[in-house]
């Protein structure tokens, strides 16, 4: 059975995003003559979207999680199905809203704590109340501000 | 042994998903052009407001209770079924998709490697809330209209714990005084009201009622079937909105092959063939599809296939609601090719047209407007673009000289080139339609 078995179908004609993954450096110029030399094709998808089923990309709004380096603007691929544990970064569900934080456990009593020190920890005083909405796999984050934003008008 | 899963309050669920705000309140959700009401949380229900409420009715009892009330989003709602079907795929042997919310289980010999069936039906539904939020409700039984009905009974009783499995006679008599004939699925309104009639008021009634009884009141085989089924005895294809005395929420076909198909071409015309039957049903009932799944089947009893065993794409149509087969059909094609494995002997396949409403809702607008179009895509326009009299002549031409007399060649349309759904000039309201979260980059959740 193959790793990840993509039935997504966002819209026909949408190609899934595969990278070429080369065993040398390849030459300029086309035709490549690296093309022999192909491994095969990266789905960056087997990376961002482990369980497909239950992961969701989510974007990323203000500086509270700066410090693990998560910024305004970056992509998320947040999982449902993983349980959340101690120092994993979460989605968590806090009066209704969504929010990233990371999940800490102090002793008996468990924190969702903002890495910047300008936002205020939250304490989960009754568990009951806290929701993780998932577990934070991974971030994309975009070193060139604005191509993202771009990518995604460029897709309207 | 066949277990139904069915979402509740599917489009209300995919809502609060990603808005949890709305948890434990009343919301709505309208259909297209914001006309009626098609998917009420519970707390709406105990409101009083029911399925097909016109908004502008209700609209002042919505106000005074403070509901919530979203536009549909069926670009959400089919990627969240997507998700829920591929899991179903993933967990049992074999799966049959009946709508975007409801699938039922083949759970034949299962009890053998799963120990009890009701733990397991409990480990799926946990399964499902656990990927994508959505709470479901599980009924396990040894037919297809009983799990239907135990399903019933799951969701109208919160105390079963969201499952509700008829292992042995006795509880499978109990389950059937629990439901009202009416109920029954297949039961339409006119047959209820004809059973009533005859004093028989619970689906318990029913299944003592003789086969030639059943035969000759409730349209020959088809309701003979139904009978058995109630009886605990499983009838193979048993389709009982066969007889399209009932407009169904959702359409589907699908069939086993007579030989295993490996080539991608026969697969894609026994597709074909299903979804032009499926869109026929459609245009016959006088309604458009916002949805498309098409599913394929591997034979899960062959020693060296791998699960899954199913593979599906659920697809809301970039171009919007349609009723034409040949629309369908290009989509339907470039999602095959998505399922497509290569090396793979596929058994069964199957297509499921969802989100129905009547056509004409909101088109007025378009009376000098060219019809969905998508600008600079000259494909799409050739292809996407509804030919309702060509539809009509080909229903007239099969009704007369038989099913199949004249069907669509364009089996082997190229896909639709890409391009998210650009809101059609005609698409009229949509006042509260929510983002469609899981399906445009621009439109994710966004986390502080």
């Known amino acids: 059975m193959k790793d990840v078995d993509i039935i997504a179908v966002p819209e026909p004609g949408s190609e899934r995003f595969l990278l070429p993954l080369f065993s040398y450096l390849v030459p300029a110029g086309f035709p490549s003559p690296a093309t022999d030399h192909l491994e095969g094709l990266f789905d960056l998808n087997r990376l961002l979207l482990r369980h497909p089923d239950a992961t969701y990309l989510l974007r990323v709004s203000g500086e509270s999680m700066a410090g693990a380096e998560i910024h305004a603007g970056d992509l998320l691929a947040v999982d449902k199905h993983l349980e959340a544990d101690h120092n994993h970064i979460v989605v968590a569900v806090v009066h209704g809203e969504c929010t990233v934080k990371r999940l800490v456990r102090e002793g008996q009593k468990w924190w969702l704590k903002p890495e910047n020190p300008a936002y205020q920890p939250y304490e989960i005083t009754d568990t009951d109340e806290l929701r993780i909405w998932g577990v934070v796999t991974h971030v994309v984050h975009e070193l060139i501000p604005g191509k993202l934003t771009a990518l995604i008008q460029s897709l309207d | ?448």
């Open chain 2, 1 to 448: 042994m066949f277990g139904l899963v069915d979402c509740n309050n599917f489009y209300v669920s995919c809502e609060r998903v990603f808005q949890p705000r709305y948890e434990g309140r009343p919301v709505v959700v309208l259909s297209n052009n914001d006309g009626n009401i098609i998917s009420r949380s519970a707390e709406a229900k105990a409101l009083g407001l029911r399925m097909g409420d016109p908004y502008f009715q209700v609209k002042p009892l919505l106000q005074q209770h403070n509901v919530t009330v979203f536009s549909s989003n069926y670009a959400l709602y089919g990627d969240m079924s997507r998700r829920v079907m591929w899991y179903l795929g993933q967990s049992a042997p074999g799966v049959e998709i009946y709508s975007i919310d409801e699938a039922f289980l083949d759970l034949a010999g299962m009890e053998k490697h799963l120990g009890s069936l009701d733990a397991f039906a409990r480990k799926i539904r946990a399964g499902v809330k656990a990927r994508t939020g959505i709470p479901t409700c599980v009924g396990v039984a040894p037919t297809k209209t009983l799990a239907k009905l135990a399903n019933r009974i799951a969701k109208k009783n919160p105390d079963l714990g969201g499952v509700l499995y008829l292992d042995n006679a006795a509880r499978r008599a109990w389950a059937l005084g629990q439901v009202a004939v009416g109920d029954v699925w297949g039961i339409g309104r006119q047959y209820a009201q004809k059973l009533t009639a005859a004093g028989i008021d619970t689906a318990a009634d029913l299944a003592r009622v003789s086969d030639t009884w059943a035969r000759k009141h409730l349209g020959g085989v088809v309701g003979a079937r139904l009978v058995q089924e109630l009886q605990g005895r499983p009838c193979a294809g048993l389709h009982p909105s066969e007889d399209g005395t009932l407009a169904r929420q959702s359409i589907s076909c699908s069939r086993t092959f007579g030989r295993p198909l490996a080539a991608f071409a026969d697969v894609q015309a026994a597709v074909a063939s299903f979804l032009s039957r499926a869109a026929e049903k459609l245009r016959r009932q006088n309604d458009t599809a916002h949805v498309l799944t098409v599913y394929l089947s591997k034979n899960r009893f062959a020693t060296n296939v791998l699960p899954p065993f199913s593979r599906s794409a659920t697809l809301t149509l970039p171009s919007g609601p349609t009723a034409d087969t040949t629309v369908l059909l290009s989509y339907a094609r470039a999602m095959l090719s998505r399922l497509w494995e290569p090396g793979t002997l596929y058994h069964k396949a199957g297509v499921v047209l969802d989100g129905l409403e009547p056509p004409g809702t909101g088109q007025q607008l378009s009376l000098f407007e060219k019809p969905a179009s998508i600008p600079n895509k000259r494909e799409e326009k050739s292809l996407k673009v509804d030919r309702p009299g060509l539809m009509a002549s080909l229903d007239a031409l099969n009704q007369r000289f038989g099913r199949g007399t004249v069907r669509v060649a364009s089996t082997v349309l190229p896909p639709a080139p890409g391009g998210r759904p650009v809101p059609a000039p005609w698409e009229g309201k949509a006042q509260w339609r929510s983002p469609a979260y899981t399906t445009r980059l621009e439109d994710l959740l966004i986390v502080r």
